[in-house]
């Protein structure tokens, strides 16, 4: 009795050091990621787990947040000392996050061959004053999304190549009686409206900061507030832009109930499949229009790096796995929802076939992808310009004073 004790105690903790053993053998990574266009939950997942398959030793814990509390959650994680390993941030935030040491600086890690494979434009996402804080992932602008029966049925022959041209189809299609409100952008208060407004903003050659101060105010930042209100007031607008961010405008568009959109890649292949969207095989897709004597096309900036914490303990397999969700294996496999950063991804039928409308706006709108504003005080700025915008569309004050307003309120 004692010895069959004594041995089922030994044996026990036999077992207790093969298990003890197995969990030090097993990295396990904490990675945060947006649960909102781009790459779906699944394509993320599906990624994950092929990195886990080919790398059994190491375990991904995977966060998805809505867009809108990416950089809080972040944030807040590093100053209780942990939480996350690797982060999904925009290109907008490099500057506060290199400033705040939020991000490991990885620019030693970068190979030739990424060097020389990712399109140039591309690692403007992950820079900032000349080092580079993690792997660009998410290559994306916004474009123009366009109903081609709708605009069959308006006698339009083609899409608008000017923002003006825009607004008299719109109300040509109004007049019509074919849809009430033509047009859906994402103006809800949120960093959605910054984007729309970005692409104006780049399309009327305006800019948002000189010499370090605020230089929205006049000019192409207030021509293109200006437009955004015309549009609104005018009712060629869907009044609930105000509220909408960027799936609302997929919803809207892809009932059949929008003309025109302004939305980010995800939506081309979403608003073509016949069990998501009513209008599949009617959608176009062109590159944001331009202004006469301005500019060809416009485009912001909406790209996405995945970087490694500098509170993570297992940098090294972070940037293992940062490395294999940014590879052009996996982008090419998951090409539908989003553009690959690689060149010659581009040349590729496996990425090609099926979305050439998309890929030849893509040629242009992504050469003329505009910055939102690279500064430290992004955050403050941003908030200051979305309660600008909703207090110019609501009619509480004009475009100008709104924006001085915000000017005022920027934190520059």
């Given at each position: 009795m004692?010895?069959?004790?004594?041995?089922a105690?030994?044996?026990?903790?036999?077992?207790?050091?093969?298990?003890?053993?197995?969990?030090?053998?097993?990295?396990?990574?904490?990675?945060?990621?947006?649960?909102?266009?781009?790459?779906?939950?699944a394509?993320?997942?599906?990624?994950?787990?092929?990195?886990?398959?080919?790398?059994?030793?190491?375990?991904?814990?995977?966060?998805?947040?809505?867009?809108?509390?990416?950089?809080?959650?972040?944030?807040?994680?590093?100053?209780?000392?942990g939480?996350?390993?690797?982060?999904?941030?925009?290109?907008?935030?490099?500057?506060?996050?290199a400033?705040?040491?939020?991000?490991?600086?990885?620019?030693d890690?970068?190979?030739?061959?990424?060097k020389?494979?990712?399109l140039?434009?591309?690692?403007?996402?992950?820079?900032?004053?000349g080092?580079?804080?993690?792997?660009?992932?998410?290559?994306?602008?916004?474009?123009?999304?366009?109903?081609?029966?709708?605009?069959?049925?308006?006698?339009?022959?083609?899409?608008?190549?000017t923002?003006?041209?825009?607004?008299?189809?719109?109300?040509?299609?109004?007049?019509?009686?074919?849809?009430?409100?033509?047009?859906?952008?994402?103006w809800?208060?949120?960093?959605?409206?910054?984007?729309?407004?970005t692409?104006?903003?780049?399309?009327?050659?305006?800019?948002?900061?000189?010499?370090?101060?605020?230089?929205?105010?006049?000019?192409?930042?207030?021509?293109?507030?200006?437009?955004?209100?015309?549009?609104?007031?005018?009712?060629?607008?869907?009044?609930?832009s105000?509220?909408?961010?960027?799936?609302?405008?997929?919803?809207?568009f892809?009932?059949?109930?929008?003309?025109?959109?302004?939305?980010?890649t995800?939506?081309?292949?979403?608003?073509?499949?016949?069990?998501?969207?009513?209008v599949?095989?009617?959608?176009g897709?062109?590159?944001?229009?331009?202004?006469?004597?301005?500019?060809?096309?416009?485009?912001?900036?909406?790209?996405?790096?995945?970087g490694?914490t500098?509170?993570?303990?297992h940098?090294?397999?972070?940037?293992?796995?940062?490395?294999?969700?940014?590879?052009?294996?996996?982008?090419n496999?998951?090409?539908?929802?989003?553009?690959?950063?690689?060149?010659?991804?581009?040349?590729?039928?496996?990425?090609?076939?099926?979305?050439e409308?998309?890929?030849?706006?893509?040629?242009?709108?992504?050469?003329?992808?505009?910055?939102r504003?690279?500064?430290?005080k992004?955050?403050?700025?941003?908030?200051?310009?979305?309660?600008?915008?909703?207090?110019a569309?609501?009619?509480?004050?004009?475009?100008?004073?709104?924006?001085?307003?915000?000017?005022?309120?920027?934190?520059?």
């Open positions: 004692l010895k069959s004790t004594r041995n105690l030994v044996g026990a903790a036999l077992v207790g050091i093969s298990f003890s053993s197995q969990a030090h053998a097993e990295t396990t990574l904490n990675a945060l990621f947006m649960a909102q266009a781009a790459y779906s939950e394509d993320v997942r599906a990624m994950t787990e092929a990195f886990t398959k080919a790398n059994p030793d190491v375990k991904v814990n995977l966060e998805f947040v809505p867009y809108e509390g990416l950089h809080d959650k972040t944030v807040l994680a590093q100053g209780s000392g939480g996350y390993d690797v982060v999904l941030f925009d290109v907008i935030w490099p500057a506060e996050y400033t705040n040491n939020v991000l490991v600086d990885v620019t890690r970068i190979t030739d061959e990424m020389n494979g990712v140039p434009g591309a690692w403007t996402t992950v820079e900032y004053d080092k580079r804080y993690g792997m660009p992932w998410i290559l994306d602008t916004k474009y123009l999304f366009y109903n081609k029966e709708i605009l069959e049925k308006a006698g339009i022959t083609a899409p608008p190549k923002w003006d041209e825009l607004a008299e189809q719109a109300k040509t299609i109004k007049d019509k009686g074919l849809l009430q409100n033509p047009i859906a952008w994402s809800s208060q949120a960093e959605a409206a910054i984007c729309d407004y692409t104006l903003v780049s399309a009327y050659g305006g800019n948002f900061i000189e010499g370090g101060k605020p230089a929205f105010t006049t000019g192409g930042g207030l021509d293109a507030l200006n437009y955004m209100v015309s549009s609104y007031t005018s009712g060629l607008t869907n009044p609930n105000k509220e909408f961010l960027e799936e609302d405008v997929r919803k809207v892809q009932n059949g109930e929008a003309a025109f959109a302004l939305n980010w995800y939506m081309y292949n979403l608003a073509n499949d016949p069990k998501e969207s009513k599949a095989g009617k959608v897709v062109v590159p944001a229009p331009g202004v006469a004597g301005k500019s060809e096309v416009s485009a912001v900036n909406g790209s996405m790096g995945l490694i500098s509170t993570s303990q940098p090294e397999e972070a940037w293992k796995y940062i490395v294999h969700m940014t590879s052009q294996p996996t982008q496999a998951y090409a539908k929802l989003s553009l690959p950063i690689w060149a010659s991804s581009y040349e590729d039928p496996s990425v090609t076939t099926g979305q409308e998309l890929i030849a706006a893509a040629k242009r709108g992504l050469a003329a992808m505009y910055p504003p690279t500064t430290p992004y955050q403050e700025l941003s908030t200051a310009l979305q309660q600008a915008i909703q207090e569309l609501l009619g509480q004050t004009s475009a100008e004073d709104a924006l001085k307003t915000a000017a005022e309120n920027s934190g520059l």
